[in-house]
């Protein structure tokens, strides 16, 4: 049975009930994680939590080491991670203190930041239509009803290079093209994941209404804080929740992302690459 692992934005750099913990240091083939992975039991089960940010909120979302958190996920065995952010609302209907069961991702990175592991001699196109994992994103939901929150069950993230939030023109023209809520940080996550084969869903802690809406003030960092602070207790509850009730085994197509995806004639991946990736590919080779 996989890990879970637990990829934690603003305002959660660690979780208290976690038992018999142990922190790992890593170095992958892309570089550093964020920070130490700690790994320890959460309703019986294996948890793997890695701060995002680095602890004390250190790295910046176009900073993040997104290949290396991921393949530390899989080099310790996660098979579904959980990835909790803030994010800013663009609808009126999403409102401060709500909770959104991501569904969809529409990229308005700058490119910076290194969305796959498939750069050096090997070449794979995952299909990402539907970019999280229908079962893990269930229960997420489902464990948000249960813990009695304000949730939604579906909402397209535009995921926005940061680290300045909008201007009001690009605030009115996401609203214009029907994006639901913004961040900085999840898209290349999820893409990453999918690559790996781990489900990924997030559950995304709305912390204002970016800065489009007339009758509030724009989103300062301190509202965010502020917002997130008084959610961040629930964030927790829903994932022990989530932790429970998952079924055992993965029963969703994830765990298959890279069975047609790699088109690379597999005699010229290098042998640099194919070390390097044998976590990822070695069971297509
Ligand atoms: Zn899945």
């Known amino acids: 049975m996989g890990r879970i692992g637990i990829i934690g934005g603003s ?25 130490k992975f700690i790994i320890g039991k959460l309703e019986g089960r294996e948890v793997v939590f890695l701060p995002r940010h680095g602890l004390g909120h250190r790295i910046s979302p176009s900073g993040v080491n997104y290949r290396a958190n991921i393949y530390g996920m899989k080099k310790l065995g996660v098979e579904r991670i959980l990835s909790v952010t803030a994010c800013g609302s663009l609808k009126e209907e999403i ?20 969305m796959t592991f498939f750069e050096e001699g090997i070449v794979a196109h995952i299909v990402f239509a539907h970019p ?11 464990s948000c009803i249960d813990t009695g929150v304000a949730v939604h069950s579906r909402g397209t993230y535009i995921n926005m290079e940061g680290p300045a939030f909008s201007t009001l023109a690009e605030s009115n023209l996401y609203r214009q093209w029907g994006m639901d809520i913004i961040g900085m940080t999840n898209m290349a996550e999820a893409r990453l994941a999918r690559e790996a084969e781990i489900c990924y869903s997030s559950l995304a802690c709305v912390t204002d ?45 994830c765990k298959d992302a890279l069975k047609y995806a790699i088109i690379t004639d597999k005699k010229l991946i290098p042998e640099k690459t194919r070390k390097d990736l044998k976590i990822i590919i070695g069971k297509y080779l």
């Open 11 to 35: 305002g959660l750099y660690n979780i208290e009930t976690l038992k018999k913990v142990k922190k790992i240091s890593l170095t992958t083939p892309f570089g550093k994680p964020s920070d």
């Open 95 to 114: 409102k401060p203190l709500d909770f959104v069961v991501v569904d969809q991702f529409v990229d308005r990175t700058n490119q910076a930041r290194a």
């Open 132 to 142: 999280v994992c229908p079962e893990l994103s269930r229960v997420l939901y489902q």
């Open 209 to 253: 209404y970016d800065c489009w809406h007339p009758q509030q003030e724009s989103v300062t960092i301190d509202m965010v804080i502020q917002n997130l602070a008084r959610n961040i207790e629930n964030a927790k509850k829903i994932l022990v929740r989530v932790v429970k009730n998952l079924p055992r085994v993965r029963d969703c197509s």
